[in-house]
C-alpha cells in the first residue's frame, strides 16, 4: 500500500525510477526483519518512508565516498551526510501527491511501447509482482521482467524528467496516463485469453489507481469522466458471471446483482465531470452511456436512442472501428436489427477489424435477431475461432448451436 508513495518520493529524490525501486525494496526488507522482533511501528508508513530515505542517502554517500578513497572517516563521516542531505531535493509530507502524479507521467510516457507502460505502471503503482502482472496478461515470467527492465533502462537513457508536464504536452501525456489505466481495467473486465471471462484484481488496480488520479488532477473532466465509467462497468461484475463462471451478456444480467454503491459513486463522478464543463471527451462520454445502462431498472427501460446519439458524438470526436462497431449495436437497439446490420456490413473490409471476434459475434446476433439462422451461426462460429478466451468460445459456440435448433 505504501510502495508507490515511498517510490514516488525516492525518484524525485535519486531522479532514477529503477534505482527508486530497489531502495524502495531494501527498505520494505528492512522492516520485514525488524518488525517482528520490534513489533509494529506507530506508523508503518513513515517508517518505510524514512528507513527508504536513509538508504537513497546512503546511496549517495558511498558513490561520493568511492571517489574520495583517501578521505578520512570519522568526525568527518557525519560532515559528509550533512553535506549529501543538503544536496538533495528531499520532498516533505504534503509533497507525496505531487511526487505520485509525476509518477504516474513518467510510467505512462510515451517514449514507452503501450504494453511497457502497463507493465511498469502496475509493478510501480500498482505493487503487483513481476509475476501476478505476468500472470494477468499471460506473458512468460522472464519476458515481462525484461520489458519492466528495459522500460526503466529506457526512461534513464531518454533523461526522462520528474515532472508534471504543461500545455499541450500535459494534455498528450494525461492521454496516455488515462489509456493505459484503462487499458488495465478492460484486461479485467473482458480478458482477452485464457479461461476466466474476468480478472477482478486488475479492475480493482485500475480504479484505485484512477481514484488517485482523479484527486491529484480534480480539474480534469476526463480524469473524472473515466473514474466513472469504470466504477460503473465495475458495478456489474457479480451479474457478468453465472454461477459456472460462464459469461452472462448484459441484456441477460440480472440488475438486482449490481452494486449500487459503485453506481452512485460512478455517478457521482460524471456529475464532477459535466460540472467542470468544456467540450466532453471520450470517457466523460462513455460514462455518460454507461449511466443510461445503470439507470435503466431492466433493460426495456434502457434509453437506447440516447445512446446512439451519445455514441454519434463519440463518432465524431474519437472515430475508430471499434467505436462504429459499438454505435451498431446501440442503433440496432434503437431502430432494429436491419439498421444495425447495415452499419456493421460497412465495417466488414476493415482491416484493424479482420481478425476481430466481436465483429462477427456483433453481427451474428443481427442476423440471429432477423430469423437469417443460417447465415448467424456462421458468423458465430467464426467469432469463436477468431477469440482467445475460452469462456467467450464456448458462449459463441453455444450460440451457433441455438441458430442449428432455429433452422430444425
Not at 528495459?150 to 534513464?156: D, E, F, P, V
Not at 488520479?213 to 457479480?238: C, F
Request: hydrophobic share 45%.
Amino acid at each position: 500500500m505504501e510502495s508507490a508513495k515511498i517510490i514516488a518520493v525516492l525518484t524525485r529524490m535519486v531522479r532514477d525510477v529503477g534505482l527508486a525501486e530497489e531502495l524502495a525494496q531494501d527498505a520494505l526488507v528492512a522492516a520485514l526483519q525488524r518488525w517482528p522482533e520490534s513489533g509494529l511501528p506507530d506508523s508503518p508508513g513513515a517508517w518505510l518512508m524514512t528507513a527508504a530515505k536513509r538508504r537513497a542517502i546512503d546511496h549517495f554517500r558511498r558513490g561520493k565516498l568511492q571517489d574520495r578513497k583517501h578521505q578520512e572517516l570519522g568526525r568527518e563521516l557525519k560532515v559528509e551526510e550533512e553535506s549529501v542531505v543538503a544536496s538533495m531535493d528531499i520532498p516533505e509530507q504534503e509533497d507525496i501527491s505531487d511526487d505520485l502524479l509525476r509518477l504516474m507521467f513518467i510510467c505512462c510516457h510515451p517514449v514507452l511501447a503501450k504494453e511497457a507502460r502497463v507493465a511498469l505502471a502496475l509493478r510501480l503503482l500498482g505493487g503487483l509482482t513481476t509475476q501476478e502482472i505476468a500472470r494477468a496478461f499471460l506473458v512468460p515470467e522472464p519476458t515481462l521482467a525484461q520489458r519492466i527492465v528495459r522500460a526503466k533502462r529506457t526512461l534513464s537513457e531518454a533523461g526522462v524528467p520528474f515532472e508534471v508536464p504543461t500545455g499541450t504536452d500535459r494534455a498528450s501525456r494525461l492521454s496516455s496516463v488515462l489509456e493505459v489505466i484503462y487499458l488495465i481495467f478492460n484486461e479485467g473486465y473482458s480478458a482477452t485469453a485464457g479461461e476466466e471471462w474476468m480478472r477482478p484484481g486488475l479492475c480493482d488496480e485500475a480504479l484505485r489507481l484512477g481514484r488517485i488520479l482523479a484527486e491529484l488532477a480534480s480539474g480534469e473532466s476526463e480524469v473524472h469522466g473515466l473514474v466513472a465509467l469504470m466504477e460503473i462497468q465495475a458495478s456489474r461484475a457479480l451479474a457478468r458471471v453465472g454461477l459456472g463462471g460462464e459469461p452472462v451478456l448484459l441484456l441477460d444480467q440480472d440488475r438486482s446483482l449490481w452494486d449500487p454503491l459503485l453506481i452512485q459513486h460512478g455517478l457521482a463522478a460524471l456529475e464532477r465531470a459535466e460540472r467542470l464543463g468544456g467540450t466532453h471527451g471520450p470517457y466523460v462520454l462513455q460514462a455518460a452511456i454507461a449511466a443510461c445502462h445503470a439507470r435503466a431498472r431492466s433493460p426495456e427501460e434502457t434509453d437506447w436512442q440516447r445512446i446512439a446519439a451519445l455514441y454519434d458524438a463519440l463518432a465524431q470526436l474519437s472515430p475508430s472501428p471499434i467505436v462504429e462497431l459499438n454505435r451498431a449495436v446501440a442503433v440496432a437497439m434503437a431502430f432494429g436489427p436491419a439498421n444495425g446490420l447495415e452499419l456493421i456490413d460497412s465495417l466488414r473490409s476493415e482491416p484493424s477489424l479482420r481478425n476481430y471476434h466481436l465483429l462477427p459475434s456483433v453481427r451474428g446476433d443481427f442476423l440471429f435477431k432477423l430469423g437469417r439462422y443460417s447465415e448467424a451461426q456462421s458468423e458465430f462460429v467464426r467469432a469463436a475461432s477468431l477469440t482467445q478466451n475460452a469462456r467467450e468460445r464456448k458462449l459463441l459456440l453455444d450460440r451457433a448451436r441455438a441458430c442449428v435448433e432455429r433452422q430444425c
